[in-house]
T-cell receptor, first 113, second 117 residues
Framework: SQKIEQNSEALNIQEGKTATLTCNYT??????LQWYRQDPGRGPVFLLL?????KEKRKERLKVTFDTTLKQSLFHITASQPADSATYLC????????????FGKGTHLIIQP | ETGVTQTPRHLVMGMTNKKSLKCEQH?????MYWYKQSAKKPLELMFV???????ENNSVPSRFSPECPNSSHLFLHLHTLQPEDSALYLC????????????????FGPGTRLLVL
């Protein structure tokens, strides 16, 4: 069956360092992959989308990589700040159209001052 | 904030009650979704509507009944729920209509926190 794995343990990072989050998937051939941020008691907020034919995408302090051979995406936050503390969700969609997304459990990131 | 509103934000209901969750999007999108988020589990897709037509029902029990009267509004009617249905119910919308993955970025509402007693 299709599976998305994110390191579900909390990730503690010192302020100013780079945080790296991992998303691995199996039995899946996603056309694109998305990363969302979710704060407690709120809905997820879209951050970045990367297509299957793209290796890397950047937006300000955020960087996403996508390796379809390894079936893995890495999400980096450089120069991390306490305000970056949140749960980060990886989501996949196999095709075009309004299919809905399949989400991982998310990684809880804590940036310590 | 995202252009997607949900009401109520919190709901407590007994197992014999009937209630409805409402979602409204002000983004001019054509696709709307219901997701369920339980503690320690990933978001689970429940229903998808595209141009008011239901295109996906992800094996959801019949005690959950969606309704999409137009592209801006989505309801989830609840009837004889079980305690294990207690969760955060999230509504989302996307531009939809094909044309590439950028149109499938989803915008979520704040969710309805449901507790079934």
């Amino acid at each position: 069956s299709q599976k998305i794995e994110q390191n579900s343990e909390a990730l503690n990072i010192q302020e100013g360092k780079t945080a790296t989050l991992t998303c691995n998937y199996t039995n899946y051939s996603p056309a694109y992959l998305q990363w969302y941020r979710q704060d407690p008691g709120r809905g997820p907020v879209f951050l970045l989308l990367i297509r299957e034919n793209e290796k890397e995408k950047r937006k300000e302090r955020l960087k996403v990589t996508f390796d379809t051979t390894l079936k893995q995406s890495l999400f980096h936050i450089t120069a991390s700040q306490p305000a970056d503390s949140a749960t980060y969700l990886c989501a996949l969609n196999s095709g075009g159209g309004a299919d809905g997304l399949t989400f991982g459990k998310g990684t809880h990131l804590i940036i310590q001052p | 904030e995202t252009g997607v509103t949900q009401t109520p934000r919190h709901l407590v209901m007994g197992m014999t009650n009937k209630k409805s969750l409402k979602c409204e999007q002000h983004l001019g999108h054509n696709a709307m979704y219901w997701y369920k988020q339980s503690a320690k589990k990933p978001l689970e897709l429940m229903f998808v509507y595209n141009f008011k037509e239901q295109t996906e029902n992800n094996s959801v029990p019949s005690r959950f009944s969606p309704e999409c009267p137009n592209s801006s509004h989505l309801f989830l009617h609840l009837h004889t729920l079980q305690p294990e249905d207690s969760a955060l119910y999230l509504c989302a919308s996307s531009q939809g209509g094909g044309g590439g993955p950028a149109r499938e970025t989803q915008y979520f509402g704040p969710g309805t926190r449901l507790l079934v007693l």
